[in-house]
């Protein structure tokens, strides 16, 4: 698999292999498991680049367009290199009206940032997303697996503080 397809050659072959193994390892039908083989690459890699998606294409025995139509649905997939840390914060209609923006704006301030690109220190992407199912939280972000509800703006300086200097929570 490894040596027939595409340019890989800027991908770690060792990383390619430890997702043949997990591929080899699933049990059941492997194509009704896109989402785990893509959460595994995702893990591996750190992103989902075109030629990523194309290989999982191949191994699943699936359309490249079915594969990049997940990766582009989920929010939690990137098809970009990140930052260190992956600031998500939620956009959605109960997250909004409890005043997401401020925080979202607030965020990309205290990281220097914009959208979707990596902050120049390297150490954040912040992305926007939909609801992640807590709004009884309403305003959530997320800094990587850790979830933070009933964020108030003027925390978020403290917040990131806790990511810089080489230091995390994770
Ligand atoms: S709208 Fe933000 S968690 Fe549901």
Known sequence: MKSDIL????LCKNKLSELDDYIASLEGN???????VLH???????????????YVARALDLPAAKVNGVVTFYSYFT??????NVICVCMGTA???????????????????KKNDISPDGLFTVKEVRCIGACGLAPV????DKVYGNVDEREIADIISKFKGGHNEN
Request: glycine share 8%.
């Open 40 to 54: 595994k690459a995702q893990g591996l890699f750190g992103y989902l680049p075109h030629n990523l998606q194309l």
């Open 79 to 84: 098809e970009k290199p990140t930052g260190k």
């Open 7 to 10: 340019d890989m050659s800027n």
């Open 95 to 113: 997250c909004y009206v409890k005043g997401a923006q401020k925080v979202l704006d607030e965020v990309l301030k205290q990281t220097n940032s």
């Open 30 to 36: 492997k194509q009704e498991q896109l989402i785990h």
């Open 141 to 144: 972000m997320t800094v990587n």
